[in-house]
């Protein structure tokens, strides 16, 4: 019985070990298993989460450091997605149950009322060279303008050959006086378009170039005093918060096709409840996260499947939700004229090359799938997911109530904890058709039909 | 050769199907795989990807929705973290590379200067029964204090009977009037200890039932008129935004132990570059997302690895970030009297039971590694690898720069892409100690060393 076994603390207290990192993957292992009670059953359970072709393995170990196996996040797929009026099947790797399938049922429900559109607003990257400097800004506004920005240019020219092959490349490279919120704090802020790669390393990599140019021609002019000179370049780094990398996503129908079918609520009860929990999520902070949470568990999932880097999304939703000053509900609604609109407007820095996209083999299938989308495709794809997951995620809350699909998912759990029967499960999930779930009550049905007063009679 | 390999659409276009999530897995990957270009490799492909197992996939099968297979995520370990004075080998699932050993090398570091010294500062949870009243606020603030906040407690017991046994339940539950933000809106603003568990079900039923209560108590209620017992639920919901489930870490040294060892920099040279780098992080919002997502690269991996829901989490820390109405820094530094402090305070819901904390194999075996900590326990252990993580990444920043490291594993990735033999792997990553690394470069060294002009006369 999983769900009342004792937990055993290690047999053995971790201590500092050096010379971790050049240990090989089963060292590292064998060390760490050591610590646990059955060391074996440890270091085997871990193995079998091995693929069995060691040549893939090989590459997934190499993804990261100190790799000794693969967590599996559940990669399921939402048909039905109908976007710019062509037919997607979406990959979702996610751990949380109700996710995929609250996605499905929303494309679903599109699917007849025109499905998704959506439209790139801009697509522009950012990054940094931030520094302080002791001098007289005029002059060097003068220099970067008259003689140091076209250097950058071209002597990153090797850095942005193939970028610039592809269409893409710096944009734009400006000096900004930061000195009114921190003393001689100064940026060069270079914009970049980096077609479908995420471009992180091309922006760090321009960035540094940047500041190697920029410091030696100071350095090297008559312009400049001693004091100016000493120029001190604090860090070079590209931002993640890239409000200019921005999609928008929307679903648009009559108010009157949006009555339910089985007929629980009127069209006018759910557009009435569902603009006022949307505008709560616009003005509450205390539900706008939770409102963006979600969103973000359709938009993760999509972000992660396809090989992207979720945090970095993360990172910049949410800076954008806060932009007005107030934490903020990425979508809205409106109604007019009898037509009901729900959309969200969310950056999306995304890559469909580089990183791990042509590495990862599940990534490789997830990308496939999606017919090999360009990053602005990837982009309204994943702003979709996001938008449907809201929209599900409203519809339950204003209607039945988000408890009913989640209790049905912890009732299976905790069946699957207790192992058991088919038998079991059926009598106990049919008692919980009318009534709350709790632990305790589960564990006294299982045990009321297993004849025994407590789970530890079972052992 | 992967890298250059013609990316073919799919050979059928996607069109869209009903009951699909009625067919079973097997169903379900033939008629997904029956639009790639080779069926077979693709349902190949992906069922490599499932456990040797059946019962253990289908554990993770049934996680989430339309699972076909499993994404692997790499999981690596960092050892040598000093918490509060005892030892930790950290569980990291993660698809960045430089993560793991960025929080290695902190522990590390961090080890010999006195460790991680961590403060929960208070774990209460929050969720809203948000609704609509047209009617008298001093009547219902008075019937809700008098007859029906005790009512909410007592109707409740049965679903906090557990949660009370273990020393959590209901800590107050409060009505709040926001008809200054929206025209009618009020809300049951409710409070909650979840003890060992991130608490999402029991807070949903808990505030499912507060609405039940509420309804019907005003509606017998002589006291109201009939548009006044027209007072409509709008959503019953937990926040995710819990700035009250607040820990603190820190690290603390002399500043002469900043000293690197290497000599590459004085400590005061690096102190002062820190000290800029975190200001800057304070008060400019492009920066502070970077920032900030550095140090969600630590906390997910040990969310995920834990089996928590890092979307969550993510929401979380963000809206955090912008309480004070701008963007800021999660983490803060000061020097004071010759000693270098450098402190992160983030709000962190986390549970170590319930939800799949002890269905996925995976997640138990990184909390037995853990020596099974309770929540309070483990969010001190996130909230120092998140900390570690910054401390890692501004170095690396204010240092040599990031992009060192980085473009070490980018070698590395192009150099799988290519198949490259281990000798060619030594030299093409001798020749770019000194250079910037470029893929253009890359595949020329490559070639040259195959005695070819392209990669396609490699095919």
Redo the contacts between chains.
Sequence with gaps: M??EKK????VK??????G??KLSKEA?MEW?CG??ENPES?YE??S??W???KA?QK??????????????????????F?INN????VP??????????AA?KAA?FW?NRGGFKTTIISTTK?G?V?F?YWGDYEKLLNFFEGHVKALLFSEAE??T??MRARGGGIKDIQLIN?TD??PN?YQLYATFETCDSMG??FI??CL??FSRTFKREIENSDLFTEREKEL?V????????TPECLIRAEVSCKVEDLEDEKKEYTWQEFVD?FE??V??AR????????H??GI??GI?SVV??T?N????V???A??Y???S???RSLTDVKVENGVFTFWIEVPLSLGTVG??T?????VR?AL??L??PGAQELMAITAVVGLAQNFSA?RS??TS???KG??KM?L??IL??LEATDEERKSIVKYFEHD??????VIELFCELRGVKSLAELK
């Design positions: 999983a769900i937990r055993n603390p290690l207290d971790m201590e500092s070990i050096s971790f990192s590292k760490l610590h646990f440890a359970m871990l079998s989460y693929h069995n072709d893939v590459l997934h170990d190499e993804f990261i450091e100190n790799t000794i196996s693969n967590y599996y996040m559940p990669f399921g797929v939402a048909p039905n109908l062509k037919m997607y099947t979702m790797a996610i751990e949380e149950s109700s996710v995929v399938a499905a679903n699917l950012i940094h931030h302080a090797d850095l050959r193939n930061k919120e921190e704090y992180a390393n760090n990599s540094e170039q001190q604090i860090m070079c780094i590209l931002s993640n918060y409840k006022k929990a505008h709560i003005i509450e902070p205390y539900r706008a996260t939770t963006n949470k973000m568990n993760d992660i499947a090989g880097d979720f945090r970095a993360e990172a910049c949410h800076t939700a806060a932009k000053g107030r934490y990183g791990i042509s590495l990862h083999p599940m299938f496939e799938m017919g090999h409203l809350l204003v109530g988000i408890q989640h209790m912890h299976l759990n699957n904890q709350t779930v709790t632990h305790a009550k």
